[in-house]
C-alpha cells in the first residue's frame, strides 16, 4: 500500500461584493489577527497520513456509517490544525504571561483526574478565580473550564471510539467522578450522549 500524505491546509475566503466594492472594508480584514490564512503546514505527519489513508477507504462508500467516520476523521484532523495553531499562538505569548503557560500546562497534567479543582489551581497560582478566568482567555481565547472541559471531552471520545469499557469506566478516566456528570458535559459539548457518539464511531 503506498502511503498517503496530508501535510497542510489551504485557506482562501471569498469576499462578499461589497467588500470589492469598497477598499477600505478591507483594511480591518487585514489586520485582524485571528483570520487565517494562505498556506499552513502541519508537523504530525504520521498522524494526518493516516487519517488520509482512513478518508480514502471510507471516500469510496456512501454508507451512513462511513459518513460518519468521514466526518470524525475530519474532525481529528482539524483539531491538529487548532492544536498547531494554538502552540504558535502560545509561543508568541513568550514570556507575556507565563503564569497561564503554567496553568494551560497543569490543566493539561492534571485535567483528567477526578479531584482537580479549578479553585485549587487559582490558589496554586496566586490568583483570584476571576483573574484566572481573565487572563486564561486573554492567553488562550477560552475560559480554563472550558479548556478543561474539551481536554475531557476528547478524552472521552478516543476510548468511546477505540475500547470497550463501560461508560462508568470511561468516565472515571476522562475525569469525572460518575457517568451521570460526564454524560451531561458530554452532551453539552458534542451535542449528542457518550452512547449515542460511540455507536456511530466505534471502529
Known sequence: MSLCHFFAF?????????YLS???????LEEDESIISGKWTLRDFKRLSSNFEYLAL???????QNMSRINYILRDI????????????VKQIGQKDKLMIDAKNTIQEKGLMSLFSMNDLSIQLGLSPVQLTR???????MTPKEYLISLRVEEAKKLLANTDWTMDEIARHSGYENRYYFSRAFRTKEGKSPSEFKKIHQM
Not at 469598497?22 to 480591518?28: A, I, R, T, V
Not at 471510507?58 to 451512513?64: E, F, Q, V
Open 22 to 28: 469598497d477598499p477600505s472594508l478591507l483594511k480591518p
Open 58 to 64: 471510507y471516500s469510496n462508500h456512501t454508507h451512513s
Open 78 to 89: 482539524w483539531n491538529v490544525f487548532c492544536w498547531e495553531l494554538e502552540e504558535k499562538h
Open 135 to 141: 487572563r486564561f482567555k486573554a492567553a488562550f481565547r
Open 10 to 18: 489551504i485557506f482562501e475566503w471569498e469576499l462578499k461584493k461589497e
